[in-house]
DNA sequence: AAAAAAG
């Protein structure tokens, strides 16, 4: 590490720099028994990783110098985010407030075009022209990012990663009272992907693909399998006047006094949003979407359900159709989105909207086979729509390369700044050409988010379309004191109830649990988090976005983005962590200006910490006793249940109807169907069977 | 302290 002084310069570090810089010496010496003379290169990477970051940021103050030296530490150690921490925290920088710092930043952007302007005489120092993206800016990219920094990272990482394995499987091998839903992870996930891969429901679906869509995109599709079904249900509920095909072509779509035709959109785009019903434009897109066409960057923050995800969408496609093309392996914009739920309902929502203006998308993200992901960008993708892990793991194998990115977004930025997304996030980010457009959308904006904002975000455009807090009028909010003994009547009392409610709790093994609780008092519901694999993940969010499962018990996997209307109840069994997660939470009802309510379950020595957390959220309630069958109850509309207990296999049957059943069947015909479990019904029972076994153990727990 | 994201 000391090689870091390489460039000459005298280098003045904080003291925790200094020991980051000590361990990372000890890393290096490690790594360098291990793999010998690559050493060398890898150094050599470093300086050139630098390099271009020094030009990014570069300005010609004596302070901007020496906060690039502070900086410097952090671009080889493990915490990125230290160096800058250190030096905001130093004495005699206090003063140097946020808005100065911006200014400085656009200031360092100027020069960064002027340094631009030197090499090359033909370009203008003005904002436009270094956003246009000319071929033969590009080569100069290339250069620096390509080829030996790539390799450099991934020894890195692999390293790390390889020792990290390593323990885990020592672990393993010595210890016998391994974690259950580790191993019991593992396993599902092996199993899924056999199913995934054995097969004998493809050509079911291959019919199904043939009979509704258009044949040029089945490359695209070829893909979709077990994604095949939320991706409908989505569609199926988000608009909610969904057209039906034949009417969709019937009538010629006026666009007079369409909201989004005024925001100079393309007719293309326009259109097809009016087709399915939507002509109205949100505050939000209204306020971001003239910038983000102007090829600003971007910092939007919104409730969710407010219309983000268009809000970006939009003006993406419209820039990016207006010219050039994909190479392959080179996508043209990034969507980054924390959750692979997330993921999906993004591609889904702008799939339409890519397809008619001539581009290409591709989800990626982890669970899902690789191969399609692969290929598709081997052929060339305009738009790649992201979690972190897969899109790095992609990036390692060299088959994405993000070098020709002109746009990328980051939505709910506020969650991928958090302590262990950050690091990916910056990881890719730092891949994207600098002066490329940069989408920043978010419920809140904080949570550390000015990091990235920082240093990623040229010269922002705030929008904020509400204050930040719980939008009281729209929502009501209840915060029941209840004692322990009533925790699993109220909360089955609260979530009986007719229409949608989402549970949240705190942790996994609570919501099979509660999940479980509710069942055996017979409530409906099904449990969704990290924990599940990918296809339970999507049966359980499908059953729910069905209607068929009323009751959907969460972690927070499903406190951000996932997108479900109708959910006219939120219920948390568990306080979220603070107040920033009782609104993403609560985000999940009153969507797109509907009604909903909010009740939060507190025991007596959480009272002290809720009443804060009622108060730093904005909603103007207090905590209130209650015990099962109280008013306030019924005026959520839950009642005492009544039903029978439902049995792990009920449910199961009711989220993962018989493969077979599917074949052939056109759209909206997709009921239960009668008749049995037919051929795949082993299949069910022995997913329903794992499942089942943890959720019994969670529920022995709760006993307690 | 938990959850998410790569197998």
């Known amino acids: 590490m000391p090689k870091k002084a390489m460039d000459g310069k005298k280098v003045r570090w904080t003291r925790a720099q200094k020991l980051e810089a000590k361990r990372s010496e000890v890393r290096a010496q490690r790594d360098d028994r291990d793999r010998g003379q690559r050493r060398d290169q890898g150094a050599a990477t470093r300086t050139d990783r630098r390099d271009r970051t020094d030009r990014r940021e570069g300005a010609p103050s004596g302070r901007d110098r020496y906060e690039r030296r502070d900086r410097a530490p952090r671009r080889d150690g493990e915490d990125r985010g230290a160096g800058r921490r250190d030096y905001a925290a130093r004495d005699d920088r206090r003063d140097y407030s946020r808005d100065d710092r911006r200014s400085d930043r656009r200031w360092s952007n100027d ?42 990272y991934r020894d890195d990482r692999r390293d790390d990663r390889r020792s990290s394995f390593r323990d885990d499987r020592w672990d393993e091998r010595r210890d016998d009272r391994r974690p259950a839903y580790r191993d019991d992870r593992r396993d599902e996930r092996r199993s899924s992907f056999r199913d ?61 006094g369409n909201g989004f035709a005024a925001l100079e959109l393309p007719e293309v785009l326009v259109e097809r949003l009016a087709r399915d019903g939507i002509t109205a434009p949100f505050p939000i897109q209204v306020a971001t979407i003239p910038d983000a066409l102007a090829g600003r960057d971007v910092l939007g923050r919104g409730r969710t359900g407010s219309g983000k995800t268009l809000s970006f969408g939009l003006p993406m496609l419209t820039r990016l159709a207006k010219g050039g093309k994909a190479r392959p392996g080179q ?95 910056q990881q890719i980010l730092d891949q994207v050409p600098t002066d490329g457009q940069r989408l920043l959308f978010s419920a809140t904006l904080d949570r550390g988010i000015d990091t990235v904002v920082e240093q990623y975000l040229t010269d922002p455009v705030e929008h904020a379309t509400d204050d930040g807090t719980a939008s009281v009028d729209t929502m009501d909010h209840h915060a029941l004191l209840i004692e322990p003994r009533y925790k ?63 009751v959907l018990v969460a972690t927070d996997v499903a406190a951000r983005g996932i997108h479900v209307d109708d959910v006219g109840v939120v219920l948390q069994v568990d306080p979220p962590a603070d107040h920033k997660d009782y609104l993403h939470r609560a985000g999940r009802t009153a969507r797109a200006g509907e009604k909903g309510t909010v009740v939060t379950l507190a025991l007596p020595h959480q009272r002290r910490t809720m009443q804060r957390l009622l108060d730093e959220a904005g909603v103007g309630t207090s905590l209130q006793n209650a015990r099962p069958g109280d008013d306030v109850i019924r005026a959520t509309g839950g009642s005492t249940p009544q039903g029978a207990p439902i049995s792990e296999q009920d449910l199961q049957r009711l989220i993962s109807p018989p493969r077979a059943s599917r074949g052939g069947r056109s759209y909206g015909d997709r009921g239960p169907r009668q008749g049995g479990r037919g051929r795949y019904g082993d299949r069910n029972r022995r997913d329903g069977s794992s499942y089942g076994g943890r959720d019994r153990f969670g529920r022995g727990h709760s006993a307690r």
């Open 111 to 152: 020069r960064d075009d002027r340094r631009s302007t030197d090499r090359r005489d033909d370009r203008g120092g003005d904002r436009p022209a270094r956003r246009s993206y000319r071929d033969d800016r590009r080569p100069s990219y290339r250069d620096d990012r390509r080829d030996d920094r790539r390799p450099a």
């Open 196 to 256: 995934d891969r054995r097969d004998d429901r493809r050509p079911a679906y291959r019919n199904d693909r043939r009979d509704d869509r258009r044949p040029s995109f089945r490359d695209d599709r070829s893909e979709r399998r077990d994604y095949d079904r939320p991706r409908r249900e989505d569609r199926a509920t988000e608009p909610r006047t969904a057209p039906v095909r034949e009417q969709r072509s019937a009538e010629p779509i006026s666009l007079e």
């Open 331 to 425: 996508p043209r914009a990034i969507v980054l989105v924390p959750t692979r739920e997330l993921a999906m309902q993004v591609s889904d929502a702008l799939q339409p909207l890519v397809h008619i203006i001539g581009l290409r998308h591709k989800l990626v993200a982890g669970g899902m086979p690789y191969e399609p992901q692969l290929s598709a960008l081997e052929r060339g993708v305009d738009v790649l729509i992201a979690t972190p892990g897969r899109l790095i793991d992609l990036m390692e194998r060299g088959a994405a390369d993000l070098s020709r990115v002109e746009i990328a977004v980051l939505d709910e930025a506020d969650h991928m700044a958090e302590m262990g997304f950050l690091e990916a996030i």
């Open 488 to 550: 699993k009547a109220v909360t089955a009392e609260v979530a009986n109830r007719p229409g949608r409610t989402v549970v949240f709790v705190r942790t996994k093994l609570g919501a099979d649990r509660v999940a479980g609780e509710l069942r055996d008092q017979g409530v409906m519901a099904a449990a969704l988090h990290g924990g599940l694999n990918q296809s339970q993940r999507n049966k359980v969010l499908g059953a729910f976005k069905d209607g068929k499962v009323p």
